[in-house]
């Protein structure tokens, strides 16, 4: 099975992503800030997945409310960044990549 276009996006992500992580302090974690609706939104990202042909997907939090983003790979833009971890006891989350099956 060949690369499509919304999985090689994936990968590109998910290696960006990672590599983001291995240089965080303890204390933070991974938040993206998207700048394409109208005014800048951070979103605490848990999770990535994708759809074939042109579809990622963005799961995580927009102001302590469950979100999800949904973008065609043309639109993707936006900026890696640290929050401060919510609860200090716990780990720092580390986001999630979700592969589609073979199906996808």
Known sequence: MGFTFARLTF???MAQIEEFEEHLDDDKEVAVLLASFGSSILMTVTGIGF???ELVYFYGYVDGKE???IQH???????LTSVDKEDPEKPSRRIGFIAPTEDA
């Open 11 to 13: 990968s590109n992500i």
């Open 51 to 53: 759809q074939n042909p």
């Open 73 to 79: 790979i043309s639109q993707i833009n936006f900026l």
């Open 67 to 69: 979100s999800q983003l």
